[in-house]
């Protein structure tokens, strides 16, 4: 005899909340949905979901409710008028916001008498449900040790930590990651195709190059935490002349030189404040708060 699926309220059936709640069906829970716009529930109650009329009848199906708008507004919008209904429930936000406005909807959801999670989905709605894919959790740890066979419907959780801000900060710094990585990628798939290159052919090069790029990251962690950057491998001045030849190369075939441009003023800046000599951990000292240096 395996125990009974916990029951689970989807309360935003856009994109991802319809992953969300598929993801659910498919492990077996008993799923409740919710939307703004009724037609979405439609394809999730053929799947054997119960569409609510009312967030208010949404929330008082399940003893855990995650939510998925598109912003903090609207979960407001959504929760408020039904905020008797939470009572000894928990919440679990997946709606994208900042560390502020997860610490205030944890407040608001204590000042109710209902659990608050915090998350952050670090997937698109396909793969939702992949056990590969991070979402990222923040809020007390025993509500998340008690949910935690439901939310791994989801994706593999992570749970950083009791401040509920700490999900929403993580996904800025991520995005942020992604973005830079993306960009750099596209920018030398613009250079190599320049001169004829396909990105089919210059991306599995690419990707061996960030399996040691990944190498990088973990021997500089810890000079970052320490403050100590020995520049025994690559200085910032040598790498300052490196993409002195990007910009060249990229400049020669008409290439945007925005991002090596920026890159190459942060070292710079480095470099001016006396680190050039230092590894490239070293530009730490100029990006974060002067309070931190
Ligand atoms: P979406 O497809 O545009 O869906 C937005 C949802 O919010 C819909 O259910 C919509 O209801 C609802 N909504 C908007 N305003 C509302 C209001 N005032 N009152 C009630 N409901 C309202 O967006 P999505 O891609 O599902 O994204 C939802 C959240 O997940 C966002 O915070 C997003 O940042 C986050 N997220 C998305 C992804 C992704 O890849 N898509 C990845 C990670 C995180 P209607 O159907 O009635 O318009």
Not at 80 to 103: I, K, Y
């Amino acid at each position: 005899m395996t125990a009974p699926q916990q029951a689970v309220t989807v309360l935003g059936l856009g994109q991802m909340g319809s992953a969300l709640a598929a993801a659910l069906l498919d492990r077996g829970h008993p799923t409740t949905v919710w939307n703004r716009t009724p037609g979405k529930a439609g394809p999730l109650a053929e799947r054997g979901a119960r569409a609510a009329a009312t967030p208010r009848e949404a929330i008082a199906a399940s003893p855990l409710v995650i939510a998925c708008v598109l912003d903090h507004e609207a979960l407001h919008t959504v929760v408020d008028p039904a905020a008797d209904t939470l009572r000894g429930r928990t919440l679990v936000n997946l709606t994208s916001g900042s560390p502020e406005q997860a610490r205030e909807a944890a407040a608001w959801a204590a000042s109710r008498e209902a659990d608050y999670l915090d998350g952050a989905i670090m997937t698109t709605p396909p793969g939702v449900g992949d056990p590969a894919m991070m979402v990222l959790y923040s809020g007390a740890e025993k509500v998340f040790e008690t949910h935690r066979p439901a939310l791994a419907a989801l994706g593999d959780p992570l749970h950083l930590g009791a401040d509920p801000g700490l999900a929403s900060l993580y996904d800025a710094a991520l995005l942020g990651l992604m973005w830079s990585t993306m960009t750099g990628w596209l920018h030398g798939t613009a250079l190599v195709g320049a001169e004829g290159t396909p990105a089919a052919a210059f991306t599995p090069v690419a990707l061996r190059w960030l399996t040691a790029v990944a190498g990088f990251l973990t021997r500089y962690a810890p000079q970052v935490d320490e403050g100590r950057y020995p520049g025994d491998d690559a200085t910032v001045d040598v790498q300052i002349a490196a993409v002195d030849h990007l910009l060249h190369a990229a400049a020669a075939r008409g290439v945007d030189n925005a991002l090596p441009g920026l890159l190459k003023a942060v070292m710079e800046k480095a470099s001016a404040a006396g680190h050039g000599q230092d590894s490239y951990a070293a530009l730490i000292e100029v990006l974060r708060p002067a309070s931190r240096t």
